[in-house]
């Protein structure tokens, strides 16, 4: 099983930048599709970002689309998400995720093995 953790969260000012950093501290993850994914309270987690295992294929929420990127980096385990021009809508508990065989890489359902999460703040 993969442990995924994640890093780079913080308080921020809006229209700032912010790149997270989730790291698969055991297993690996360069055959299988990643995700960014965010959750504030009260609301359901959103799927933001996700790349297929090559890289090749990179899908975007229409909410993100344009400001964050998601990039990985095989030969290191790691998968990261640059943040700019961030919002305070933005705020909210930013999770990775490993893709399970069978699914598409964007559907938000075919998702697991949940990092910790790493919060990002963004003030007005």
């Known amino acids: 099983q993969v442990q995924l953790v994640e890093s780079g969260g913080g308080l921020v000012q809006a229209g700032d930048s912010l790149k997270l950093t989730c790291a698969a501290s055991?297993?690996?993850?360069?055959?299988?599709?990643m995700a960014w994914f965010r959750q504030s309270p009260g609301k359901e987690r959103e799927i933001l970002a996700a790349?297929?295992?090559?890289?090749?294929?990179?899908y975007y929420a229409d909410s993100v689309k344009g400001r964050f990127t998601i990039a990985r980096d095989n030969a290191k385990n790691t998968v990261y998400l640059q943040m700019n021009n961030l919002k305070p809508e933005d705020t909210a508990t930013y999770s990775c995720?490993?893709?399970?065989?069978?699914?598409?890489?964007?559907?938000?359902?075919?998702?697991?093995?949940w990092g910790p999460g790493t919060q990002v703040t963004v003030s007005s």
């Open positions: 995720a490993i893709g399970w065989a069978g699914y598409f890489y964007s559907d938000p359902t075919g998702y697991g093995d």
């Open positions: 790349i297929t295992w090559t890289g090749g294929s990179r």
């Open positions: 055991s297993g690996t993850i360069d055959s299988s599709s």
